[in-house]
C-alpha cells in the first residue's frame, strides 16, 4: 500500500507536470525565441524590419480619439516610410537623457518621451549585447512613447501644441537626475507654455506643464497624457502572465484587458487615484495621474495604416486668467519592474502599484512572499542559487512536522506488512473482506495509508510558486548560479548527447538533458530506492522509468527549478531514512537498487 499511495502522487505530479510542460514551458521557450528575435530586430539597425502595415501615417488620432476629446498622438515622419531607428532618431530635434539608469532622448517635435534605453538590461547574458529598448520614435519599426499637453475646453478653440509643435529647450546638456529640462512653446495667442521634465534616480519622469496666459481673455483647458504603442506588440501569450494594458482606477481597482479586448472597442474608467499603462514579462510603462484629483481614463486602438493601441488620461478642466499661470503635473513610469522600485512607488502614494508585476491571482499570497524569501538571502548570500537552495531548506523545515508524520506512517506501514501479506492470504477471494482487515489494522496501527502522497503535494504550490518567481521577477532573470548555469531563469544549456560540450556540435531542442536534470533523476531514482519495487509488474515499470520520465520532463525547465527539486529530493532522503532507521525499518538502497536489474523468477512472480 505504500508504495501504491507513492505512486498515486507521482502520478498526480506527472500530470500537473505534463500538463505544465505542454501548456508552459515549451511554449515559452518558443516565445522567448520569438521575442528575443523581435527585440534583437529593433536594435539593429541595418537589419530592422517595419511591422506590417505600420506607418507613421499610423497615427490614432483618426481612429481612437481620447477621453472628453483629448488628442491623440500626432504623425512625426512624412510620406509614410519607415526608417531604421537611428534614421527616425535623427529626424527630429532631441535632448539627451542621461540619468542613473536610462538613456535616450526626447524630442523637441510634439515634446515627446520616445526613446528609451535601459542602461542595467542587456538582450542576453553577454554584457556587450545591446541595452533593452523600451520607447522607440515615430518612424521606427514599432513606435512607442508618452506624450503630455492640453486640449480645449467647451466652445475654446486655442491654439495649442501638439504632436507637430516644436519646442525649444531653454536648459542646455542632457536630462540627469540631477537635472532637469526646460521646454517652451509660444501659440502667438498670448499663451506660453513651459514643460519642465525631471527624472529620479529610477524610472519616475516627472512632466510639469506650466501655462502663463499674457492675454486679454481666461482660457479653458483639458490636461492630458497618453501612451501610444505601434504595432502589434510581441508577447508571449501565456494564461498566467499578463502582458498588455494594465491599470489601477480608484475603486474600480484593477483592470487588464487584452489586445484584442480592447480592439473591439475602448475601455473607459472615471476614477481618482491610480495609474494605466502597459506592461509586457519584464518591462512597463504606466502614466501616473495626480492621485488626488478625477480623471477620465482610456484604454483603445485603432487600425488605420496599421495595429496600434493606446492609454491615456484625460484631467478635469483647469481655468487660466488673463494674467495668471497655472500648472499641471503628471508622471510617467518607463523602466525595469523590478520589486523594490515598484514598491518604492507604491510607498509614495501610487495606488496599489505592485500589481504591475503580476504575481497571479491565486498564487499572489504565495509568490511574493516566495521572492521576498529568496532576496532576503540573496543579498545575504549573493547568489541566487544558494538563496533557493536556503529557502528550500526553510521550506523543509516549516513543513516538517506534516512530513515527518508522513514518513513515520510509510514506516508503520512497512513494519505490518507481513500482516498484510497474512490478511491477502486468509482472503485470497474476497477483496471486500481484505479492505475491511486491512482498513482495522490502519486503525490499530494509527496509520494514515494516503500519507505517502503529501510529501510529493506539499511541494507542488511551492515548486509553482517558484517557477512563477523566476518566470516573472527581472532580479533573476540573468541571474548565474555557478559553473555553467549563467540564467536560472533559463534551461540548463548542457546536453548529455554531446557529452555536454566536449563534442563540437549542437543538439536538437528536444535532446538538451543537462547536468543538473541527471542530477535530479539520480536523486529522484534514490529516493525511490528507499522503498523495494512494488510487487505488480506494472507499477515496478512505472517505479523504475519514472526517475528517467521525469528527467526528460524537467530538462527544460528553468535551471533554478531543477535545482530546487534536486535539493529537495536529497534533503527528503535523509530525511526518510532518518525517520526509518528511528522506526526500526531495514532500509537496503543497495539492495533494492540491484532489483531493478534482477530479472525476477517466474516462482516469485507468482507469488506476488
Given at each position: 500500500?505504500?508504495?501504491?499511495?507513492?505512486?498515486?502522487?507521482?502520478?498526480?505530479?506527472?500530470?500537473?507536470?505534463?500538463?505544465?510542460?505542454?501548456?508552459?514551458?515549451?511554449?515559452?521557450l518558443?516565445?522567448?525565441?520569438?521575442?528575443?528575435?523581435?527585440q534583437?530586430?529593433?536594435?539593429?539597425?541595418?537589419?530592422?524590419?517595419?511591422?506590417?502595415?505600420v506607418?507613421?501615417?499610423?497615427?490614432?488620432?483618426?481612429?481612437?480619439?481620447?477621453?472628453?476629446?483629448?488628442?491623440?498622438?500626432?504623425?512625426?515622419?512624412?510620406?509614410?516610410?519607415?526608417?531604421?531607428?537611428?534614421?527616425?532618431?535623427?529626424?527630429?530635434p532631441?535632448?539627451?537623457?542621461?540619468?542613473?539608469?536610462?538613456?535616450?532622448?526626447?524630442?523637441?517635435?510634439?515634446?515627446?518621451?520616445?526613446?528609451?534605453?535601459?542602461?542595467?538590461?542587456?538582450?542576453?547574458?553577454?554584457?556587450?549585447?545591446?541595452?533593452?529598448?523600451?520607447?522607440?520614435?515615430?518612424?521606427?519599426?514599432q513606435?512607442?512613447?508618452?506624450?503630455?499637453?492640453?486640449?480645449?475646453?467647451?466652445?475654446?478653440?486655442?491654439?495649442?501644441?501638439?504632436?507637430?509643435?516644436?519646442?525649444?529647450?531653454?536648459t542646455?546638456?542632457?536630462?540627469?537626475?540631477?537635472?532637469?529640462?526646460?521646454?517652451?512653446?509660444?501659440?502667438?495667442?498670448?499663451?506660453?507654455?513651459?514643460?519642465?521634465?525631471?527624472?529620479?534616480?529610477?524610472?519616475?519622469?516627472?512632466?510639469?506643464?506650466?501655462?502663463?496666459?499674457?492675454?486679454?481673455?481666461?482660457?479653458?483647458?483639458?490636461?492630458?497624457?497618453?501612451?501610444?504603442?505601434?504595432?502589434?506588440?510581441?508577447?508571449?501569450?501565456?494564461?498566467?502572465?499578463?502582458?498588455?494594458?494594465?491599470?489601477?482606477f480608484?475603486?474600480?481597482?484593477?483592470?487588464?484587458?487584452?489586445?484584442k479586448?480592447?480592439?473591439?472597442?475602448?475601455?473607459?474608467y472615471?476614477?481618482?487615484?491610480?495609474?494605466?499603462?502597459?506592461?509586457?514579462?519584464?518591462?512597463?510603462?504606466?502614466?501616473?495621474?495626480?492621485?488626488?484629483?478625477?480623471?477620465?481614463?482610456?484604454?483603445?486602438?485603432?487600425?488605420?495604416?496599421?495595429?496600434?493601441?493606446?492609454?491615456?488620461?484625460?484631467?478635469?478642466?483647469?481655468?487660466?486668467?488673463?494674467?495668471?499661470?497655472?500648472?499641471?503635473?503628471?508622471?510617467?513610469?518607463?523602466?525595469?519592474?523590478?520589486?523594490?522600485?515598484?514598491?518604492?512607488?507604491?510607498s509614495?502614494?501610487?495606488?496599489?502599484?505592485?500589481?504591475?508585476?503580476d504575481?497571479?491571482?491565486?498564487?499572489?499570497?504565495?509568490?511574493?512572499?516566495?521572492?521576498?524569501?529568496?532576496?532576503?538571502?540573496?543579498?545575504?548570500?549573493?547568489?541566487?542559487?544558494?538563496?533557493?537552495l536556503?529557502?528550500?531548506?526553510?521550506?523543509?523545515?516549516?513543513?516538517?512536522?506534516?512530513?515527518?508524520?508522513s514518513?513515520?506512517?510509510?514506516?508503520?506501514?512497512?513494519?505490518?506488512?507481513?500482516?498484510?501479506?497474512k490478511?491477502?492470504?486468509?482472503?485470497?477471494?474476497?477483496?471486500q473482506?481484505?479492505?475491511?482487515?486491512?482498513?482495522?489494522?490502519?486503525?490499530?496501527?494509527?496509520?494514515?495509508?494516503?500519507?505517502?502522497?503529501?510529501?510529493?503535494?506539499?511541494?507542488?504550490?511551492?515548486?509553482f510558486?517558484?517557477?512563477?518567481?523566476?518566470?516573472?521577477?527581472?532580479?533573476?532573470?540573468?541571474?548565474?548560479?555557478?559553473?555553467?548555469?549563467?540564467?536560472?531563469?533559463?534551461?540548463?544549456?548542457?546536453?548529455?548527447?554531446?557529452?555536454?560540450?566536449?563534442?563540437?556540435?549542437?543538439?536538437?531542442?528536444?535532446?538538451?538533458?543537462?547536468?543538473?536534470?541527471?542530477?535530479?533523476?539520480?536523486?529522484?531514482?534514490?529516493?525511490?530506492?528507499?522503498?523495494?519495487?512494488?510487487?505488480?509488474?506494472?507499477?515496478?515499470?512505472?517505479?523504475?522509468?519514472?526517475?528517467?520520465?521525469?528527467?526528460?520532463?524537467?530538462?527544460?525547465?528553468?535551471?533554478?527549478?531543477?535545482?530546487?527539486?534536486?535539493?529537495?529530493?536529497?534533503?527528503?532522503?535523509?530525511?526518510?531514512?532518518?525517520?526509518?532507521?528511528?522506526?526500526?525499518?531495514?532500509?537496503?538502497?543497495?539492495?533494492?537498487?540491484?532489483?531493478?536489474?534482477?530479472?525476477?523468477?517466474?516462482?516469485?512472480?507468482?507469488?506476488?
Amino acid at each position: 500500500m505504500d508504495n501504491r499511495n507513492t505512486l498515486i502522487a507521482i502520478v498526480l505530479s506527472v500530470l500537473v507536470l505534463v500538463g505544465w510542460q505542454y501548456f508552459v514551458a515549451k511554449p515559452q521557450l518558443d516565445a522567448q525565441r520569438e521575442q528575443q528575435a523581435a527585440q534583437q530586430a529593433l536594435t539593429d539597425e541595418n537589419k530592422a524590419t517595419p511591422a506590417p502595415g505600420v506607418g507613421p501615417q499610423a497615427a490614432p488620432a483618426a481612429g481612437a480619439q481620447s477621453p472628453a476629446g483629448a488628442p491623440a498622438a500626432q504623425p512625426g515622419a512624412a510620406g509614410g516610410q519607415i526608417k531604421t531607428r537611428e534614421q527616425a532618431l535623427a529626424g527630429a530635434p532631441r535632448v539627451k537623457i542621461d540619468s542613473n539608469r536610462l538613456d535616450g532622448s526626447i524630442s523637441l517635435i510634439g515634446g515627446r518621451v520616445d526613446d528609451v534605453q535601459l542602461k542595467d538590461y542587456r538582450e542576453t547574458v553577454d554584457p556587450k549585447s545591446p541595452e533593452i529598448v523600451l520607447f522607440a520614435p515615430i518612424g521606427s519599426p514599432q513606435p512607442y512613447y508618452a506624450e503630455f499637453g492640453y486640449v480645449n475646453g467647451a466652445g475654446e478653440n486655442v491654439k495649442l501644441p501638439d504632436g507637430q509643435t516644436e519646442w525649444k529647450a531653454e536648459t542646455t546638456g542632457p536630462l540627469t537626475t540631477e537635472k532637469p529640462v526646460v521646454l517652451v512653446w509660444d501659440n502667438g495667442q498670448g499663451l506660453v507654455f513651459r514643460r519642465t521634465i525631471s527624472i529620479d534616480g529610477d524610472y519616475l519622469f516627472t512632466v510639469k506643464d506650466n501655462v502663463q496666459n499674457t492675454g486679454a481673455a481666461a482660457t479653458t483647458l483639458h490636461p492630458y497624457a497618453l501612451l501610444s504603442r505601434h504595432g502589434e506588440p510581441q508577447t508571449l501569450g501565456y494564461w498566467f502572465l499578463h502582458e498588455g494594458p494594465i491599470g489601477v482606477f480608484g475603486q474600480e481597482g484593477l483592470s487588464y484587458p487584452t489586445y484584442k479586448d480592447i480592439t473591439g472597442g475602448p475601455r473607459t474608467y472615471k476614477a481618482t487615484g491610480g495609474w494605466l499603462g502597459f506592461t509586457d514579462k519584464y518591462w512597463g510603462a504606466a502614466l501616473i495621474p495626480p492621485q488626488d484629483k478625477g480623471y477620465a481614463a482610456r484604454f483603445a486602438s485603432a487600425t488605420e495604416g496599421g495595429k496600434l493601441y493606446q492609454s491615456d488620461y484625460l484631467l478635469d478642466p483647469i481655468v487660466v486668467a488673463p494674467g495668471a499661470t497655472s500648472e499641471s503635473t503628471a508622471r510617467l513610469f518607463a523602466g525595469a519592474k523590478q520589486v523594490a522600485v515598484i514598491d518604492k512607488y507604491e510607498s509614495q502614494g501610487v495606488l496599489k502599484f505592485e500589481l504591475m508585476i503580476d504575481w497571479g491571482t491565486y498564487l499572489h499570497l504565495v509568490t511574493k512572499p516566495m521572492f521576498y524569501a529568496l532576496d532576503f538571502f540573496y543579498k545575504l548570500v549573493g547568489n541566487f542559487g544558494i538563496a533557493i537552495l536556503i529557502v528550500t531548506l526553510c521550506v523543509k523545515i516549516i513543513f516538517f512536522p506534516l512530513a515527518n508524520k508522513s514518513y513515520v506512517s510509510m514506516s508503520k506501514m512497512k513494519l505490518v506488512q507481513p500482516e498484510m501479506v497474512k490478511i491477502k492470504e486468509r482472503f485470497p477471494d474476497d477483496k471486500q473482506r481484505q479492505q475491511q482487515e486491512l482498513m482495522e489494522l490502519y486503525k490499530r496501527e494509527k496509520i494514515n495509508p494516503l500519507a505517502g502522497c503529501l510529501p510529493i503535494l506539499i511541494q507542488i504550490p511551492v515548486f509553482f510558486a517558484l517557477y512563477k518567481v523566476l518566470f516573472i521577477a527581472i532580479e533573476m532573470r540573468h541571474a548565474p548560479f555557478y559553473g555553467w548555469i549563467h540564467d536560472l531563469a533559463a534551461p540548463d544549456p548542457t546536453s548529455l548527447f554531446n557529452l555536454f560540450g566536449l563534442l563540437p556540435y549542437d543538439v536538437p531542442h528536444f535532446l538538451l538533458i543537462g547536468v543538473w536534470p541527471i542530477l535530479m533523476g539520480i536523486s529522484m531514482f534514490v529516493q525511490m530506492r528507499l522503498n523495494p519495487a512494488p510487487p505488480d509488474p506494472t507499477q515496478a515499470m512505472i517505479f523504475n522509468w519514472m526517475p528517467l520520465f521525469f528527467t526528460f520532463l524537467l530538462a527544460s525547465f528553468p535551471a533554478g527549478l531543477v535545482i530546487y527539486w534536486t535539493w529537495n529530493n536529497l534533503l527528503s532522503i535523509l530525511q526518510q531514512w532518518i525517520i526509518m532507521k528511528r522506526q526500526g525499518v531495514e532500509v537496503n538502497i543497495i539492495g533494492n537498487t540491484l532489483d531493478v536489474f534482477r530479472k525476477k523468477k517466474p516462482a516469485d512472480a507468482a507469488k506476488s
